[in-house]
T-cell receptor
């Protein structure tokens, strides 16, 4: 089983739609979880950390389910500028962040 | 806003040559990382560095690779004898501490081995 698993997509959605991405991780001892965004040939940029209680930042909501080892990201009211690859990242131990393959999102006008 | 900076942005080298990729992490960060991303593939962990030594490394980080923090600001990745398959985007990252803190990434160095 992969350490961090994501559906690669692509997800093609119209502007204004709500879209959800899921991610599963294999190491039950993992402590920290993040969503990053990556534009084509650019560096990963932190979108948000994922807390046990869930967290929201504007149109973005992240949830963590430790029992199922599952993380989600919900984007409401999609904008054209949201088109990117969304990377699920899990911190393994103290010294390593592990990336999923990423989920490609394309928001269509 | 503080950021991680990497140089050069693009490096072309001949197979068998040595390359050094340079990074300046965020100044109050204590943990440093190198990752690579082959075109069309996922971001892969290479090595982490803390307290002037390697903390963890992946299987990719073999004897051809080394890291160094030669002074208080720079963090370098050296590839001794490059192979075609080393062609990738190399990202440096830093984090303030362990635990729940986020890592911040530089803009990357695109390495092309010909």
């Amino acid at each position: 089983r992969k350490e961090v698993e994501q559906d690669p997509g692509p997800f093609n959605v119209p502007e204004g739609a709500t879209v959800a991405f899921n991610c599963t991780y294999s190491n039950s001892a993992s402590q920290s979880f993040f969503w990053y965004r990556q534009d084509c040939r650019k560096e990963p940029k932190l979108l948000m950390s994922v807390y046990s209680s869930g967290n929201e930042d504007g149109r973005f909501t992240a949830q963590l389910n430790r029992a199922s080892q599952y993380i989600s990201l919900l984007i409401r009211d999609s904008k054209l500028s949201d088109s990117a690859t969304y990377l699920c990242v899990v911190r393994s131990g103290t010294y390593k962040y592990i990336f999923g393959t990423g989920t490609r999102l394309k928001v269509l006008a | 806003e503080p950021e991680v900076t990497q140089t050069p942005s693009h490096q072309v080298t001949q197979m068998g040559q040595e390359v050094i990729l340079r990074c300046v992490p965020i100044s109050n960060h204590l943990y440093f990382y190198w990752y690579r991303q082959i075109l069309g593939q996922k971001v892969e962990f290479l090595v982490s560095f803390y307290n002037n030594e390697i903390s963890e490394k992946s299987e990719i980080f073999d004897d051809q690779f080394s890291v160094e923090r030669p002074d208080g600001s720079n963090f370098t990745l050296k590839i001794r004898s490059t192979k075609l398959e080393d062609s990738a985007m190399y990202f440096c990252a830093s984090s303030r501490q362990g635990g729940n803190t986020e890592a911040f990434f530089g803009q990357g160095t695109r390495l092309t081995v010909v």
